[in-house]
């Protein structure tokens, strides 16, 4: 990947694991970090928000939120074309003020917008509407969920701030992937 200059990184922020080691990876690189929530309707929306805040009081960022309506989206499970709304809407918003729109995706799942195809993808989409002056970032493109818990874990990446649940707000269902995940990685640390 080409090195961007050291304008803004624009970070979007779920309020998860992944994100928040995210915002850390350009934070320790001495990047410029604006995180962007998008409240898309999701099942989890005000825990991933309230956790978002958090992250962000945490590492002294500035936090926006976006709020989309309209889609029909399912309790839980796969939403589809989810992070190439979340790129559009970041774009829509911080336009050519940024130079690199990053998202914590992880590779080991079977999700294709968490391939390294989605990503050439979205770059192909962002150098027509940008002329390539913004990029994607997803530095754990090449790692699983596990590596990136370490990565939090080595770095001290507040992991304790952040939402897994993708099916509430209020309490983990603990059945849900997201869930489940967590669960799994809470049991080998």
């Known amino acids: 990947m080409k090195r961007p200059n050291r304008s ?9 694991i992944d994100s928040t080691a995210c915002i850390y990876f350009y934070l320790d690189q001495h990047f410029p970090v604006q995180p962007i929530f998008v409240n898309y309707g999701q099942p989890a929306s005000r825990a991933e ?16 939120t976006i709020r989309i309506q309209g889609p029909r989206i ?14 559009s809407c970041a774009l829509m918003e911080v336009g050519l003020r940024t130079n690199l729109i990053a998202l914590g995706i992880h590779g080991g799942t079977r999700y ?11 770059e192909q989409l962002l150098e027509g509407y940008t002329d390539g002056r913004v990029r994607i970032g997803a530095p754990f493109l090449t790692m699983d969920k596990g590596q990136i818990w370490n990565f939090c874990k080595l770095h001290r990446v507040p992991i304790h701030l952040t939402w897994s649940c993708e099916a509430n ?3 983990p269902c603990g059945k849900c992937l997201s869930c489940k995940d967590k669960e799994s990685l809470v049991a080998c640390a």
Request: proline share 2%; hydrophobic share 45%; charged share 25%.
């Open 112 to 122: 294709f917008d968490c391939s390294r195809a989605f990503t050439k993808l979205c």
């Open 74 to 87: 399912p309790r839980s499970g796969e939403i589809l074309a989810r992070k190439l709304a979340l790129i």
């Open 8 to 16: 803004t990184v624009t970070v979007l922020l779920s309020g998860g």
């Open 49 to 64: 928000a309230t956790s978002a805040r958090a992250v962000c009081a945490f590492y002294k960022l500035r936090l926006r």
């Open 169 to 171: 707000s209020t309490k």
